[in-house]
Structure formats: C-alpha cells, structure tokens
C-alpha cells in the first residue's frame, strides 16, 4: 500500500528504555518512570468544551431513514 515507515526502537528483556544515538548509549531509563503513575508528570490543563459539540450530540442516526434501494445509493458513488 506504499505505506512509509521507519525503525525506531526494539523490544528486548527487561524494563528499561535505552536511548541510543549513533551507537551510543545516551539514556538508561525505568520504564516506569515513564508512565503515569511511575513518577510521569500529570497535568491537569483547563479545557471547556466545544459549542459546536453540543449539536453533534443532538444527531442520532435512527432520525435517517434507511432507503429501500441501497444498490443504488451504493451505485450513486460508483
């Protein structure tokens, strides 16, 4: 599918993260530090919603009826 990728680490045993750069070993972290819980910085960040998500919330798809000929909706984008 042409999709493009890149390597950019590797599992191994144990539960440190190894940094590397140009074959040098930059950092030997605990994983858990890492994650929340382990020692990770947690922030609470104000957010107010959307107005706009409030509209999105009225739609339900029941409110669509269901054509009688969905081979010719399936047609109609062919």
């Known amino acids: 599918m042409d999709l493009?990728?890149?390597v950019i680490g590797e599992v191994t045993e144990g539960n440190r993260l190894k940094y590397y750069m140009n074959g040098?070993?930059?950092a030997d972290v605990p994983a858990s530090d890492l994650v929340l819980g382990g020692g990770a910085p947690v922030y609470d960040r104000e957010y107010k919603e959307p107005a706009y998500f409030n509209e999105l919330k009225k739609f339900s798809i029941d409110s669509i009826a269901e054509p009688e000929r969905l081979d010719e909706v399936a047609m109609a984008f062919y």
Request: charged share 35%.
């Open 4 to 6: 493009h990728y890149a």
């Open 24 to 26: 040098e070993l930059e």
